[in-house]
């Protein structure tokens, strides 16, 4: 099967490493075209460097990385330091990227790559804030049918907020770019709370990545190490969801998941519940069903697939 033509578009986050470690080792399911960093769980300066620090660590210096959106639509940049670190990426001592940024900017390079690839032939791959995600489709409306889908890790129903007692981080910090995009038309794949929340690290699952014995599962295992830390004291919980990577699993084995193809709303109005993605997940409404929301997951099948990728790294 041919491999599938994706743009990761993200803001890492121990998890987004996790997200694009896994897609540069299939190169037989994903052809990374090019990697777009947005402002999220650190601001952008950090998230284009932490990017690059990624592909560096994964033997792919020449994978395109661009710095987009710095703030969100039209609301103060919300960060996530808490979960992530003050680099977003804390956990192991890292040295800093050598290769270049490159200079487009991330929206200029989404606009320019769907125009130029045969439509319906692009997946975009958010896993944080959808702030580039819209404003090129704001700038290039053209650009919308073009889309072959977009995979996006965000939202929460069942499952409730992270970030607020309502939201998830993603959404939440850009709740305005992520209605344009629930509302674009395109395909909609959804990996919300309620399945990440199932894909949880254990002390086995870490040890496997440790057992590697290669620089790759060694960073691996110290990201989740400190990543988890938060999730465990909030949750109680034996470890942390790998949230960013169920995007990446998806395309490379659709059937680690199950999920309702429903409609889903965000809430951009409402103090407390701005970001809320309002799924009808019993179809109560007439609402056009412009999502599939995910909301399971084969937790040892995506492990293993995790670590089996990995160890080609
Ligand atoms: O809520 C989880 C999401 O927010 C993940 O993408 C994580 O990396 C942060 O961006
Ligand atoms: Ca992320």
């Known amino acids: 099967m041919t491999p599938r033509k994706i743009i990761i578009d993200t803001d890492p986050g121990q998890d987004d490493a996790v997200a694009i470690l896994l897609a540069l080792a299939s190169p037989e399911d994903v052809t990374v075209l090019g990697i777009t960093a947005v402002a999220g769980n650190v601001p952008l300066p950090l998230t284009q460097r932490n990017a690059r620090i990624i592909c560096e660590l994964a033997g792919r210096p020449d994978i395109p990385v661009y710095a987009g959106c710095d703030a969100p639509l039209s609301?103060?940049?919300?960060?996530?330091e808490h979960v992530h670190g003050k680099t977003g990426l804390d956990g192991p001592p890292m040295d800093d990227p050598t290769m270049p940024l490159?200079?487009?900017h991330a929206v200029d390079f989404i606009i320019d790559t769907l125009r130029t690839e045969p439509a319906g032939t692009v997946t975009l791959c958010p896993i944080g804030p959808l702030t580039n995600i819209a404003t090129a489709f704001q700038r290039a409306p053209d650009i919308i049918p073009r889309v072959q889908e977009?995979?996006?890790?965000?939202?929460?129903?069942?499952?409730?907020?992270n970030i607020t007692p309502a939201a998830e981080f993603n959404i939440y910090v850009d709740p305005e770019a992520a209605q344009i995009v629930f509302r674009s038309g395109v395909p909609l794949v959804v990996m919300p709370l309620d399945v990440t929340h199932k894909a949880l690290t254990t002390k086995a699952r870490v040890d496997a990545f440790r057992a590697m014995g290669s620089r790759v599962g060694d960073m691996v295992a110290a990201w989740t190490d400190f990543f988890e830390r938060f999730d465990m004291e909030k949750y109680g919980s034996e470890g942390a969801p790998l949230h960013d990577p169920c995007v990446i699993a998806y395309l490379i084995d659709p059937h680690l998941f199950t999920g309702?193809?429903?409609?889903?709303?965000?809430?951009?109005?409402?103090?407390?519940t701005l970001g809320m993605t309002v799924a009808d997940w019993w179809r109560i409404t007439d609402r056009p069903k412009n999502a599939l929301f995910i909301g399971d997951i084969h937790a040892d099948g995506f492990y293993a697939l995790l670590a089996n990728r990995l160890a080609r790294l």
């Open 102 to 104: 490159q200079d487009a």
């Open 260 to 272: 309702r193809q429903i409609n889903v709303e965000i809430e951009t109005q409402s103090d407390l």
């Open 150 to 161: 977009i995979v996006l890790m965000g939202g929460a129903y069942f499952e409730v907020g």
């Open 75 to 80: 609301r103060k940049l919300v960060t996530a």
